[in-house]
């Protein structure tokens, strides 16, 4: 697999480093940096993000606010502060990475992997399916995978919802149909800026079911999580 690496940064960073991937499990050595990430957190980070943002067509740089390993208050008061830092630095500044080339990326059929996603959950046979019970099951609106949502309305501009969404103080690959951003990225977790989310509650239910095949699992009621969609220009998601 080849990599192009980043070969120019923009001005006005903080201190920061490039950070090349260790060795992967399979031999693969890598050389060449495919991330830069600041040495500390930023007090004005949604600021940053949406400058680099506006500047991404010129740098080939995607912006990420980036999460490391969390670790608790208790952890943090009984541990000395280097390990915090080591933990609080991963997997980023380590390099615990593997990435993929884009050309990869853009060769997957999603409508096919989301509906197997799809048919592991709502049976139960995938290895990280979630178990409905018989009792809940009827709760999921579609036993057959839904398809692919194509919404028609106009919206907002992408990148100005992403950018007023995060910087804002309370709120902190680009997905067409919704006008989504990637925003912010961690070992276990996503968060997308949405320019265009669902109108309708026939809408939401399906793009319900997206999230679901992507998540494997939902906290509470799907038709419930639906509704909660409707209008909501943020999509969180973690896996446990």
């Given at each position: 697999?080849?990599?192009?690496?980043?070969?120019?940064?923009?001005?006005?960073?903080?201190?920061?480093?490039?950070?090349?991937?260790?060795?992967?499990?399979?031999?693969?050595?890598?050389?060449?940096?495919?991330?830069?990430?600041?040495?500390?957190?930023?007090?004005?980070?949604?600021?940053?993000?949406?400058?680099?943002?506006?500047?991404?067509?010129?740098?080939?740089?995607?912006?990420?606010?980036?999460?490391?390993?969390?670790?608790?208050?208790?952890?943090?008061?009984m541990v000395p502060e280097e390990l915090v830092r080591g933990r609080t630095h991963?997997?980023?500044?380590?390099?615990?990475?593997?990435?993929?080339?884009?050309?990869?990326?853009?060769?997957?059929?999603?409508?096919?992997?989301?509906?197997?996603?799809?048919?592991?959950?709502?049976?139960?046979?995938?290895?990280?399916?979630?178990?409905?019970?018989?009792?809940?099951?009827?709760?999921?609106?579609?036993?057959?995978?839904?398809?692919?949502?194509?919404?028609?309305?106009?919206?907002?501009?992408?990148?100005?919802?992403?950018?007023?969404?995060?910087?804002?103080?309370?709120?902190?690959?680009?997905?067409?149909?919704f006008g989504a951003r990637v925003c912010v990225l961690g070992i276990n977790r996503?968060?997308?800026?949405?320019?265009?989310?669902?109108?309708?509650?026939?809408?939401?239910?399906?793009?319900?079911?997206?999230?679901?095949?992507?998540?494997?699992?939902?906290?509470?009621?799907?038709?419930?999580?639906?509704?909660?969609?409707?209008?909501?220009?943020?999509?969180?998601?973690?896996?446990?």
């Amino acid at each position: 697999m080849q990599f192009t690496g980043i070969h120019a940064l923009p001005p006005g960073l903080p201190t920061g480093r490039l950070v090349v991937p260790a060795s992967a499990e399979d031999g693969q050595i890598y050389t060449d940096p495919v991330l830069w990430v600041s040495e500390e957190p930023q007090a004005a980070a949604g600021d940053l993000w949406a400058s680099l943002l506006e500047q991404r067509a010129e740098t080939g740089l995607w912006p990420l606010l980036l999460l490391g390993v969390y670790v608790g208050k208790r952890v943090r008061e009984m541990v000395p502060e280097e390990l915090v830092r080591g933990r609080t630095h991963r997997p980023w500044h380590v390099g615990e990475l593997e990435p993929v080339p884009a050309e990869g990326i853009a060769d997957v059929d999603v409508g096919r992997v989301l509906a197997r996603w799809w048919r592991e959950v709502v049976t139960g046979t995938g290895e990280e399916a979630f178990d409905f019970g018989e009792e809940a099951l009827p709760e999921v609106p579609f036993r057959d995978w839904p398809g692919i949502v194509t919404l028609s309305g106009a919206g907002s501009d992408p990148d100005l919802t992403a950018s007023r969404i995060v910087k804002s103080p309370e709120r902190l690959r680009e997905l067409e149909r919704f006008g989504a951003r990637v925003c912010v990225l961690g070992i276990n977790r996503l968060v997308m800026t949405v320019a265009r989310p669902p109108e309708t509650f026939d809408e939401a239910r399906r793009v319900a079911a997206e999230h679901l095949a992507f998540r494997k699992a939902f906290e509470n009621n799907f038709d419930e999580y639906a509704r909660g969609l409707i209008g909501d220009q943020v999509w969180f998601f973690w896996w446990d």
